[in-house]
């Protein structure tokens, strides 16, 4: 069976890097490299329609760096699942980053197959790292005292069937007559599914259960 295609954009300032991937993208079944960009802000004021599946976003960039553009380039393209690419692992940018949105952080020396993979599992709902870097990730975050990433959400009963409705189509009001609760109770609900998916609007948070298999 034909994977979905995978539409990938590449913010890379290193050019010979940066064509290297577009045509390793442009050349593989299954991937569309639909933007090379050498800083953030070319990104941002691109217009691609639709968005990207994947942002492979470089650490290292001129003008506003890698980790602290995450949370603009995910407000731009909502879709997209964002790739942290450096040459070496740095953790404030490891956690900087991690925080910030990205889903991934990976080596540039990762082999192609590798690189390939990854892209496939970020979008998948996934979150691929280099050996090296997932070590960066656990000590960070045990230096800040927070708990480890993890891709198990622990949405309640009430709030997974609340986000099957929203995905199927229903509105707030909707959905509440069909769960028979008010619609205060479903903002509520919204509320806490936001803050434990880590999104900030419906459309992101029922493609990220999605992703998840938390509904289909």
Not at 8 to 35: I, K, N, Q, S
Request: charged share 20%; glycine share 8%; hydrophobic share 45%.
């Amino acid at each position: 069976m034909n994977q979905p295609l995978v539409r990938v954009a590449v913010v890379e300032d290193d050019r010979g890097f940066r064509e290297a991937l577009a045509m390793l993208l442009g050349l593989t079944a299954g991937f569309e490299c639909v933007g090379v960009f050498a800083s953030v802000e070319h990104a941002l004021a691109a217009m691609i329609a639709p968005g990207p599946d994947a942002i492979l976003l470089d650490v290292h960039l001129p003008g506003l760096p890698g980790p602290e553009a995450v949370p603009l380039l995910k407000e731009r393209f909502p879709g997209a699942q964002i790739v942290m690419l450096t040459v070496y692992a740095d953790e404030s940018k490891v956690f900087t980053a991690i925080c910030n949105g990205a889903c991934g952080y990976l080596l540039k020396d990762t082999p192609p197959a590798k690189l390939l993979d990854a892209i496939r599992e970020a979008v998948s709902g996934g979150a691929p790292m280099s050996p090296g870097i997932a070590r960066q990730v656990v000590n960070a975050f045990q230096k800040a005292g927070l708990p480890r990433p993890s891709q198990d959400e622990h949405l309640t009963p009430q709030e997974v069937r609340l986000l099957q409705f929203l995905s199927d189509g229903y509105s707030y009001q909707g959905a509440s007559a069909q769960m028979n609760i008010s619609v205060n109770t479903v903002r509520n609900y919204i509320r806490s599914i936001y803050d434990k998916l880590h999104v900030h609007t419906k459309s992101e948070a029922v493609s990220k259960a999605l992703r998840n298999r938390v509904i289909s």
